[in-house]
């Protein structure tokens, strides 16, 4: 079940931060993130405190969360968007998707894409924009394979994390 993010969620969230920050520290995963910098829990208040934390919950556990909303990062500027001249208004966004690294390969990342799709439809929004590091291999197979083209990279300090490239991604509903 896919619901908005509330308090009493927020320390699992942050330990699957805390997870996958371990797991490129051990050299088993890259996702271009970086302890203390981002993500951390207060990433994940600030989104709940917008309402815009969703969280995938299964058997009483989060197991994967994000932010969506329609804000599109000062970065995507920069971006060679397909479809650079739509109205904002009409743009959904997701932001900070992360699964529990004991649940990677289950499924969970591709339902909360097919939730975020749904959410953008049923907000009149048919343009989906996100992004991912360059490093991140996983995340740009996912999106590649549910159909959201990469539409360039940006060069950037992004969130605080010097030296990304990243990786600018749309879809058209």
């Not at 743009?91 to 959410?119: I, N, S, W």
């Not at 990304?164 to 749309?170: D, M, N, P, T």
């Amino acid at each position: 079940m896919i619901r908005k993010g509330r308090e009493q969620d927020l320390p699992q969230v942050a330990a699957i931060y805390d997870h996958i920050l371990t797991e490129e520290e051990a050299g088993r995963s890259t996702v271009g993130w970086v302890r203390g910098v981002y993500p951390t829990e207060a990433t994940a208040r600030e989104a709940m405190d917008k309402g815009e934390l969703f969280v995938l919950e299964e058997d009483g556990g989060i197991i994967a969360a994000a932010k969506i909303n329609q804000e599109q990062v000062p970065e995507y500027a920069q971006a060679p968007w397909r479809y650079a001249d739509v109205p904002e208004e009409q743009v959904m966004v997701l932001h900070t998707l992360v699964v529990d690294p004991a649940q990677a390969g289950k499924g969970a990342g591709r339902a909360f894409v097919a939730f975020y799709e749904e959410y953008a439809r049923t907000h009149g929004c048919a343009y989906l924009r996100m992004d991912t590091n360059v490093k991140n291999q996983a995340a740009r197979r996912l999106y590649a394979h549910l159909g959201y083209w990469e539409v360039g990279v940006v060069p950037c300090i992004f969130n605080g994390i010097e030296g990304v490239e990243l990786v600018c991604l749309e879809k058209k509903l």
